[in-house]
């Protein structure tokens, strides 16, 4: 069982020091190969431990207990990080930093929770950390009678309760006067994170394998199968876009600005701020602009070059590109492809 005091929060040092590179450069060292860590870290995990910045002391004692988790809370940041500069590049904010209380705030929170999840689940089946293994999930009720339920499955149990006592701990931790602008962001934080963990469990679902003479699926095996994290990243984009504004009220509890909607539940996204355009670089804001963003010159949407270079205009120039071409299938069993360069309009803003 997870029996945890935990008081780590990788993801929330990346957001804390408001970079992603940070983040990157973070989930890098935690996802070296043991076996080319020198032998220091080996030994005893303190080196390690010690080197990573920001961690408060409680935290890096979690980080010695549980060293063998550290690389996939890596792995799980980065796959984060990727997915979020996926959905959003052809926006204004491309995932680029973290700085405000805004609803890009709200999606990077929620998908890194959703990817400490995924990472750690997938671990726990693969037989890579000591204090889990292969899902114990119940059969499902509507699983037919002569179906095998028993396969090695993905532990989203363990993985879900793992990042909420993991990723929550840096905000649980914090104490704000009650009513400040402090605490409800830090209430929406949690919500958030858990709006992320809360989708990477409703997509799981039952998957199977079929057995019997000659391909005949005269039995099959099931499992719990993680869906596919773009999967997540999608779902998460759209209640991105569906986010919900939010307030405190007088006894100091986030409510949803305009009652006219139905309040949001605990896998929806919530923000108290406004976003900023994003057209300009702004150090307070964390903002980079879109100054020399590529654009699309015949979209009417955020990806066009109108929207996302903020009625600057554009500049065009010729690149050359390098892709597969003249393919053709051979028996038996492969494609084989020319490479051709071609050179194409390009436009950036300016």
């Given amino acids: 069982s997870l029996s ?40 005893g995990a303190q080196p390690l431990c010690s080197q990573l910045v920001g961690l408060s002391q409680g935290q890096k004692k979690l ?35 973290v700085d405000n209380s805004s609803v890009e705030t709200a999606f990077t929170y929620a998908i890194s929770a959703a990817g400490v999840v995924n990472a750690v689940s997938r671990a726990c089946r693969e037989g890579e950390l000591s204090s889990c293994g292969c899902s114990r999930a119940a059969r499902p009720k509507d699983l037919p009678r002569d179906w095998l339920w028993g396969g090695c499955g993905d532990n989203l149990n363990y993985g879900y309760r793992f ?28 919500h958030n994170n858990e709006a992320g963990r809360r989708t990477v469990s409703d997509l799981a679902h039952v998957s199977c394998k079929c057995h019997g003479v000659s391909g005949s699926c005269s039995l099959k095996t099931c499992w719990l199968q993680l869906a596919d994290f773009r999967k997540v990243g999608e779902t998460l984009k759209e209640k991105y876009d569906s986010a919900a504004s939010m307030k405190l009220n007088s006894r100091g509890k986030l409510v949803q600005r305009d009652s006219k909607f139905n309040p949001p539940t605990s896998h929806d996204l919530v923000y108290i701020e406004s976003s900023p355009d994003y057209c300009l670089s702004n150090q307070s804001t964390g903002s980079l602009g879109t100054v020399g963003r590529l654009c699309n010159k015949t979209s009417e949407g955020m990806d066009g070059c109108e929207l996302m270079c903020c009625g600057r205009g554009y500049d065009q120039y010729k690149a050359q590109i390098v892709e597969r071409c003249h393919c ?5 069993c492969y494609v084989k492809c020319k490479r051709c360069t071609k050179t194409v309009d390009q436009f950036v803003c300016k």
């Fill in 328 to 332: 053709k299938f051979h028996w038996c």
């Fill in 4 to 43: 945890l005091s935990v008081h780590v929060s990788i993801i929330k040092v990346c957001l804390y020091y408001k970079s992603v590179f940070l983040c990157l450069s973070l989930s890098r060292s935690l996802a070296m190969n043991p076996l080319l860590i020198p032998e220091a870290y080996i030994i």
């Fill in 163 to 190: 990042s909420k006592e993991f990723v929550d701990a840096r905000e649980r931790e914090k104490s704000y006067a009650k009513g400040s602008f402090e605490s409800a962001r830090l209430m929406m934080n949690l």
């Fill in 63 to 97: 980080c010695q207990l549980y060293q063998d988790h550290m690389q996939y809370i890596g792995e799980g940041a980065k796959t984060g990080i990727r997915e979020c500069q996926y959905q959003f590049r052809h926006r204004r904010w491309n995932c680029s930093t």
